[in-house]
């Protein structure tokens, strides 16, 4: 079946660390993006990148870094510079081209915590 | 640059009764439309989409048309069920826009329907 797909589901990070939460996908679609949640809160755009070896910043992107070598994979690392990484962290991928462009997929979600 | 504005929450209704959520937006193309659902501690899922004006997305009893004159996308749904709390995020994907195939998320809308 095809889809998205994120890894770990419940990540925990010491001060200091950094840590990488993966995102794969198998839909053949050309962007990818990294969105933050807060609790009750909407999304954050992070990162987000339309093909591969090619990224631009979102609204959030301090403290964060991403690659993307693979047209199937958009890893994020989450720095020791990001002040307050507590939070629910998504991956979406989305065809390109119309009428192709016209739903993202989100994956299941990381929920990343500072002990 | 694009924006979605979607009533705030949170919004309980009882068991049967009706349910809108209004979404709003603003574009410089000519974009689709979405509502996303998303359950506690999951991802989010499409629920519904309109491609172009006069259409009418449906998916599980909610509705939602896209109305181009006043630029809306309310969700609608006759009878809610208690199944049916989750947060509700209103989106749109603008192909024409100076962020070519970002999506805009609005604010969601937390929905608690109680027996």
């Known amino acids: 079946d095809g889809g998205i797909t994120q890894s770990p589901k419940y990540l925990f990070r010491k001060e200091g660390q950094n840590v990488t939460l993966s995102c794969e996908q198998n839909?053949?679609?050309?962007?990818m993006y990294w969105y933050r949640q807060d609790p009750g809160q909407g999304l954050r755009l992070i990162y987000y990148s339309q093909i591969v070896n090619d990224f631009q910043k979102g609204d959030i992107a301090e403290g964060y870094s991403v690659s993307r070598e693979k047209k199937e994979s958009f890893p994020l690392t989450v720095t020791s510079a990001q002040k307050n990484p507590t939070a629910f962290y998504l991956c979406?991928?989305?065809?390109?081209?119309?009428?192709?462009?016209?739903?993202?997929?989100f994956g299941q979600g990381t929920r990343l915590t500072v002990v | 640059g694009d924006s979605v504005t979607q009533m705030e929450g949170p919004v309980t209704l009882s068991e049967e009764a009706f349910l809108t959520i209004n979404c709003t937006y603003t574009?410089?193309?000519?974009?689709?439309l979405f509502w996303y659902v998303q359950y506690p501690g999951e991802g989010l899922q499409l629920l519904l989409k309109a491609t172009k004006a006069d259409d009418k997305g449906s998916n599980k009893g909610f509705e939602a048309t896209y109305r181009k004159e006043t630029t809306s996308f309310h969700l609608e749904k006759g009878s809610v069920q208690v199944s049916d709390s989750a947060v509700y995020f209103c989106?749109?994907?603008?192909?024409?826009?100076?962020?070519?195939?970002?999506?805009?998320f609005g604010k969601g809308t937390k929905l608690s329907v109680i027996p």
């Open positions: 839909l053949n679609h050309d962007a």
């Open positions: 979406a991928s989305m065809g390109q081209g119309y009428p192709m462009n016209t739903e993202a997929f």
């Open positions: 574009a410089t193309g000519y974009p689709s």
């Open positions: 989106a749109l994907s603008d192909p024409s826009g100076a962020g070519s195939y970002q999506l805009t």
